[in-house]
Nanobody, 114 residues
């Protein structure tokens, strides 16, 4: 199973980015029943969970991104997105997509300038 993130970049504070996570090598029944999540790691800090989603339950977010970020998934396409609005400099980091915290992407860099 392979995960590939895209959509990162450099943006000014207050701007928006949409990250995408495309998977391959997974069957629909496994993908649809497994939590998809986004983590981020800022320089010098530990990796932290940003948002997670699984079918049948409301998405979960860390407090600092609530109301600004929206996680979604498309089981048919076996993919997921993270819409990030109102970005802040403290949102800067490498963002990783994970499936069940077992499979991880290589990460995509998000840099928010003040």
């Amino acid at each position: 199973i392979r995960l590939v993130e895209s959509g990162g970049g450099l943006v000014q504070a207050g701007g928006s980015l949409r990250l995408s996570c495309k998977t391959s090598g997974t069957i629909l029944s496994y993908f649809s029943s497994t939590t998809m999540a986004w983590y981020r790691q800022a320089p010098g800090k530990e990796r932290e969970l940003v948002a997670s989603i699984i079918g049948g339950s409301p998405p979960s977010y860390i407090d600092s991104v609530k109301g600004r970020f929206t996680i979604s998934r498309d089981n048919r396409k076996r993919s997921g997105d993270l819409q990030m609005n109102g970005l802040l400099p403290e949102d800067t980091g490498v963002y990783y997509c994970t499936l069940g915290e077992r499979y991880w992407g290589q990460g995509t860099q998000v840099t928010v300038s003040s």
